[in-house]
């Protein structure tokens, strides 16, 4: 995994990802799903592969060795290769999105921006679905991963860096331990403090 390494500019924060956005290749993994429902899961793949090469052809075939065995790898270090040959619509709501991650991971991008991969996951698949990913992930050389996410335990356990924002601005950029003792986290992110005041109020 690449480091972040953050700089000073005159731009705002969402400008400057927006300008590595355009000069890296950048991968998206949304809360809905993105791959096609009636297709296998490792024709998804395939079909993935394919939107990424440097050029695309109706005269070469997708299931090509080389394809299907870039796919393979990829859906193996998702312990997804079970799957292969299963309709995504049959899978459960945390293999499809694990599917959605690897699908973006066939482009190789620089940049892969994951909006609360958890959502929608049981809290009894969310950490064991959460250490296949970033398993996955550590795998994958000069990538840099910026993922959303509201569960603090998520966040505690695999993020490297946290930056919180509150109504527009930065409140915290630290590593995890840091920046959730961050007062202005904890009061308006975590909602720590303002119970806590809460409760002393009532006394």
């Given at each position: 995994m690449t480091d972040v390494v953050a700089t000073e500019s005159a731009l705002s924060p969402l400008e400057t990802l927006g300008q590595a956005i355009v000069a890296n290749s950048a991968g998206a993994i949304t809360a809905y799903h993105m791959a096609f429902g009636e297709l296998t899961?490792?024709?998804?793949?395939?079909?993935?592969t394919a939107c990424h090469e440097d050029r695309l052809s109706f005269f070469r075939p997708a299931h090509r060795r080389d394809a299907v065995d870039r796919a393979m790898a990829l859906l193996q270090r998702f312990n997804l290769a079970d799957h292969t040959q299963r309709r995504v619509a049959e899978l459960p709501g945390g293999v499809r999105k694990l599917l959605d991650i690897a699908m973006a991971l066939t482009g190789e991008p620089k940049l892969l921006l994951l909006d609360e991969p958890t959502s929608g996951v049981s809290a009894e698949e969310k950490f064991p679905m959460m250490d296949t990913i970033m398993g996955a992930l550590n795998a994958q050389a000069n990538t840099t991963v910026l993922f959303v996410e509201h569960d603090m335990d998520i966040v505690?356990?695999?993020a490297g860096r946290v930056v919180a924002f509150y109504a527009g601005r930065i409140i915290a950029d630290a590593p995890p331990a840091l920046a959730l003792a961050n007062a202005?986290?904890?009061r308006y992110v975590t909602g720590e403090l303002l119970a806590e005041e809460g409760s002393h109020a009532a006394d």
């Open positions: 899961v490792l024709d998804n793949m395939l079909v993935a505690e356990r695999h202005d986290v904890r």
